[in-house]
């Protein structure tokens, strides 16, 4: 019979650490190549209302969301309604268009991205606190389940 189990959900390699990673990766590539396709008006504002306020909030609500024990879906909800609200802040502080999809959909993958894994942090603490019989940790965002003791092998 084979094996239905799904994979492990705590391994390093999970969707939910690897996607995330790369797509900060590629947007500090695009950033280097073509700075003009990730920052709308200067760098500094950038970096302090998207960087900065931005992917701070999106770090706690990553965090908050896993506190929760709440789905995942929660996250990519709260990170759309969080880029908004940067965008509106570039719109009103720094002269930015309000409508400029494109920077929009940039943002809303690094804010999800830094979201992402704020939860995954969490759920990590989670995973390997609650069920430390049956989880040990393997990495900062990864957990492992534990080989089976003596004593379970006996009962």
């Known amino acids: 019979m084979a094996d239905t189990r799904s994979p492990d959900p705590g391994r390093a390699t999970s969707p939910m650490v690897v996607v995330p990673a790369l797509a900060l990766a590629a947007i500090l590539i695009l950033f280097f190549i073509r700075p003009r396709s990730v920052v709308e008006v ?4 950038f970096m302090l209302v998207t960087l900065f306020l931005g992917g701070g909030a999106a ?3 990553g965090r908050a969301v896993a ?3 709440s ?8 990170s759309a309604l969080l880029t908004a609200a940067v965008r ?3 719109f009103a502080l720094f002269n930015g268009t309000l409508r400029a999809y494109d920077y929009y959909l940039l943002e809303l993958v690094l804010l ?3 979201a992402t894994l704020g939860y995954r942090a969490v759920r990590k603490a989670q995973m390997v606190r609650r069920y430390d019989w049956l989880f040990a940790p393997a990495g900062p965002l990864a957990w492992t389940a534990r080989a089976p003791s003596d004593h379970d092998a006996q009962t």
Request: proline residues 4%; glycine residues 8%; neutral net charge.
């Open 42 to 45: 200067s760098t500094g504002d």
């Open 59 to 61: 770090w706690l609500t």
């Open 67 to 69: 506190r929760g024990w």
């Open 71 to 78: 789905p995942y879906w929660q996250v990519l909800v709260y």
């Open 88 to 90: 509106f802040c570039h």
């Open 112 to 114: 999800a991205s830094i």
